[in-house]
């Protein structure tokens, strides 16, 4: 997920950001377990499908630090999916233990290294197909269905937009099968709880100049948003996403022009066992 660069720093950016639109002010500290999962969940109308939602491991879980800031709830529902990837190592690792690794150090460099109030996007998976809050209070805006938390994941888009980061660097290969299927299953959720067709499921790229998240991951988001189509119980082909009239300012004059070259998103050595695990 690399932002792009602008006029105004990052910080700055994200700043302005915080003073624009209605919204609530939550506590930061993490208040639920440690993982949650629903045999059903719950419409945002009140009633359930019989579905079963993904298992996700909430911020204190996967021992998030607190933000430096109380995160913004807005009283809205956002409008769309954004995919990315965290242009990090693709490991062999799968376990849990990676996961949550990944997860703190994925905080560690929104905080420590970007300057934002704690991590950017809403939710991470891993490429063990481990699904995890990201920024907090993202799980419990997910299952009100109400609500958004303000993320920092994508330029223009962080108040109308659920991020998702996807573990890996998917620019000449795919994600594992695993992580893709718990990635269907989380779009699925979201849809769900928000009312979200899955035809509004996007790539960074489609929104900020940059090549995340990945050709080969954005070249699957066809099959993505037809297997989340399938997860809500239609089996009809679904349309091309209605593209958006609100693009940022960065957004390049020629659309076909090729994305930014990629830049680390996670430096070697954030995930060093030494510290992370």
Known sequence: MTLPSSRLSRRSMFSAALS????????TAAATGTARAATGSRRSDGRRDGATAPR????EGWGAREASEEV?????????IIVHHT????????SQR???????????????????????????VSRGAFVLEGRHHSLAALEAGDRLVRGAHCVGQNSVAIGIENEGTYTTEEPPAAQFSALADLCAQVC???DVPPSEIYGHRDFNSTACPGDRLHAMLPRLRQDVA???GSAQPVGLPRW???LPVDWPADPAAPARSLAEYLPPGLLDPARAL
């Open 98 to 124: 990676r996961a949550h690794a990944l997860a703190r150090a994925i905080q560690r460099f929104h905080m420590d290294t970007q300057g934002w109030i704690d991590t950017g996007q809403h939710f991470t």
């Open 192 to 194: 769900r709880q928000y």
């Open 56 to 59: 996700i491991t909430d911020c």
């Open 72 to 80: 913004v709830v807005l009283d809205t529902r956002p409008e769309r």
């Open 230 to 232: 399938r997860r809500l």
């Open 20 to 27: 624009l639109g209605a919204a609530t002010v939550l506590p």
């Open 87 to 94: 242009a990090s190592a693709n490991v062999t690792d799968y």
């Open 244 to 246: 958006p009239v609100d």
